[in-house]
């Protein structure tokens, strides 16, 4: 259903309802990374009775090219990712390859650039996950029908170069819309009271968040790690191999530490300062910011974005300062029950997050950027946090670990729950806005697509000639 869905063209409520950010990534079936020792049935032919197809060029993209077997590994990739397939014609599917052909190709006309540390840094995460998944990278290389690793790592490098294409194409046009409140408003007004969507049980959370505090001879000792890395980079090291290393940051040690940005990234102001102050190949001294210290290293500067690679190292909390930090937790939490002070007010003038602080302490959702959380899509650790809280209960002091290992302790609470409802105006504009976004944004992919076709060398050979495409590929 998922491609049927990218596939549709006119619009309607119920598609809008359902629709994710797919336009941001090149969608599950143009990554052709996972490979499994499972076999499936290949899905019927265009017409019940045609021969078996020979793998060759079914179709050109301006520079582009599609062979059916690049629709043979998109099932693949959708069965072994846990999709079916069994009601997705070879159509639908060389319809979608299509798109993604299109994307690429109109990045390279816009000029958007791909950097080959960029591909590198893909390529290696890539290949990490593959080996993990079938145990030895031959079998990758046998898989692609490739003679050798390198001769495998060139062919996927395109692949990926693509991929990224076609991602930052699509980010490119999505970014671009914006809406009205006059058009949300007429958004709304125009979807039959029968269709109005139903939005799940939500609340609202707050916490409080105290720090272990770290000693100075701990943050020191990180400080003179880092130098010492420095120091070995200067000399001759690899920065990237350094990351992969000793980096604590999950989100980019895999990749050589690497991240691209502009100022507009929403990165930690101290991190942003650091990486635009820096010119090509310079490498900072050691900084901090709440997540630990940092060193960073400029690869590129391209205009407004930078490409830099960056290691994060975090002192090591003592058992002392863990207990210290819960005391002190323990003391808010009692001020609060003896109605000495509020929630609100404990958290604006003792929580260690600064994110947090100036809003009493109320949580924002990272997916909607409002205050309200749908249980059935909240952060399962944050659910098993609140889900036995009564109104106006605070948590017992709650020790949490991030994803890149940092302790602290909160006190949690919540603040205000609403119960399942249809959609209403008034009280679901965040949503409501979100939903009329999205519907505009498909329009505008529709457009664009109307557009690009017209302007593009395009050729579809053999018997996809009969295909009923949603875009008009056929240009008839």
């Not at 009692?334 to 602080?357: G, L, M, Q, V």
């Not at 109307?450 to 009969?466: F, L, P, Q």
């Amino acid at each position: 259903m998922l491609l049927k869905k990218l596939q549709l063209k006119t619009i309607d409520y119920k598609l809008v309802l359902t629709m994710c950010f797919l336009f941001f990534f090149n969608s599950i079936i143009s990554a052709q990374e996972i490979i499994k020792d499972t076999v499936i049935q290949k899905p019927v032919q265009l017409q019940s009775g045609q021969k078996q197809k020979v793998d060759g060029i079914i179709a050109n993209v301006g520079d582009y090219i599609v062979l059916d077997s690049d629709i043979d590994k998109a099932y693949l990739e959708i069965s072994a990712q846990g999709g079916s397939v069994k009601d997705i014609t070879r159509c639908q599917m060389l319809g979608k390859l299509l798109e993604d052909k299109l994307y690429a190709h109109q990045a390279i006309q816009d000029s958007i650039v791909v950097s080959d540390a960029e591909i590198r840094g893909m390529m290696d995460d890539r290949l990490n996950y593959m080996i993990q998944q079938v145990g030895d990278i031959n079998k990758v290389v046998a898989y692609y029908k490739k003679n050798s690793v390198e001769e495998f790592k060139t062919y996927f490098s395109d692949i990926l170069k693509e991929q990224k294409l076609a991602s930052e194409m699509t980010k490119k046009i999505v970014d671009a819309v914006e809406i009205t409140p006059e058009e949300v408003r007429n958004f709304f007004k125009k979807i039959p009271k029968e269709e109005l969507p139903t939005f799940g049980a939500e609340m609202e959370v707050a916490q409080i968040v105290v720090e272990p505090k770290v000693s100075a001879e701990d943050e020191q000792k990180v400080k003179d790690r880092l130098n010492a890395i420095r120091k070995d980079v200067l000399e001759g090291s690899s920065f990237a191999t350094k990351a992969v290393l000793y980096s604590q940051d999950p989100g980019s040690s895999p990749n050589g530490g690497f991240y691209k940005m502009t100022r507009k990234t929403p990165f930690v102001k101290e991190f942003k300062d650091v990486a635009f102050s820096l010119g090509e190949g310079e490498i900072s001294e050691p900084f901090k910011t709440n997540f630990g210290y940092h060193i960073i290293m400029v690869d590129k500067i391209k205009g407004q974005e930078v490409e830099l690679r960056h290691i994060l190292i975090a002192p090591t909390v003592s058992e002392t300062a863990l207990k210290d930090a819960k005391e002190r937790i323990t003391n808010i939490r009692n001020k609060i029950e003896n109605k000495e002070i509020t929630f609100a007010e404990a958290a604006r003038t003792e929580s260690d997050e600064k994110e947090t602080r100036a809003n009493g302490g109320t949580l924002i959702n990272p997916n909607t950027q409002d205050t309200r959380f749908e249980l059935t899509k909240m952060d399962p650790t944050l659910y098993s946090q609140v889900s036995n809280l009564k109104d106006n209960e605070i948590s017992q002091p709650v020790l949490n670990t991030d994803d890149k290992g940092k302790k602290t302790y909160k006190l949690i609470t919540i603040t205000n729950r609403i119960d399942a409802h249809t959609a209403d105006y008034a009280k679901d504009y965040t949503k409501i806005k979100e939903l009329a976004l999205k519907e505009k944004q498909i329009t505008t992919i529709s457009k664009w697509f109307d557009t690009k076709i017209k302007d593009t060398y395009i050729k579809i050979i053999g018997e996809y000639r009969d295909c009923n495409f949603v875009y008009n590929w056929l240009k008839k």
